[in-house]
């Protein structure tokens, strides 16, 4: 949305997410990098662990869960600019915007970071793309793709 002004090139993904619950006890923040990805991943734990929730042991989302999210454990988060531009992702505290490489805080502030992360970070923004393509071109949900053939295509 372009009358909105950026702080950052992060800025235009910040989106608060408010769990609201009469049980809550307590208001509590958390600072995880997380995106709509991994919703469903953690609604469905919570029923399958609560209420006995039958889930699919096989499923086709990306989301690492609201406690994993973007963390350096997870495999990032891709994220595009418009409909057509994929060319933001984000791993534990660092993003990579076209080619540039910034550092987050805990409050989305970020700034240049030097390059030393750079090549780990574009390697699994790649290997995000691949799976992506792939998934996409194969329309086939149900099969298995090993990481061999995501890497060696």
Same mark, same amino acid.
């Given at each position: ?6 702080q950052?090139?992060i800025?235009?993904?910040h ?6 619950s009469s ?6 923040t958390?600072?995880n990098f997380?995106?709509?990805f991994?919703?469903? &991943? ?7 662990? /609560? ?7 096989q ?24 409909k /057509? ?8 505290n ?12 805990g ?6 970071? &030097?390059?030393n ?5 574009s390697?699994?923004?790649?290997l ?22 995501i890497?060696?295509?």
């Amino acid at each position: 949305m372009p009358e909105i002004p950026l702080q950052s090139k992060i800025d235009r993904y910040h989106v608060p997410l408010l769990i609201y619950s009469s049980l809550l006890k307590e208001a509590k923040t958390f600072h995880n990098f997380v995106s709509h990805f991994d919703i469903a &991943p953690s609604v469905l734990a919570y029923y399958r662990e /609560n209420f006995a929730l039958k889930t699919p042991t096989q499923v086709t989302w990306i989301g690492q869960g609201l406690d994993k999210g973007a963390s350096a454990k997870g495999e990032g988060i891709a994220m595009m600019q418009s409909k /057509n531009q994929l060319i933001d992702f984000v791993r534990g505290n660092y993003h990579l915007s076209e080619g540039q490489l910034y550092q987050l805080d805990g409050t989305f502030n970020e700034d240049v970071a &030097p390059d030393n992360a750079k090549e780990e970070l574009s390697k699994c923004f790649e290997l995000f793309k691949r799976k992506n393509k792939l998934f996409y071109t194969q329309k086939d949900c149900y099969q298995t793709v090993s990481m061999s053939t995501i890497l060696d295509p």
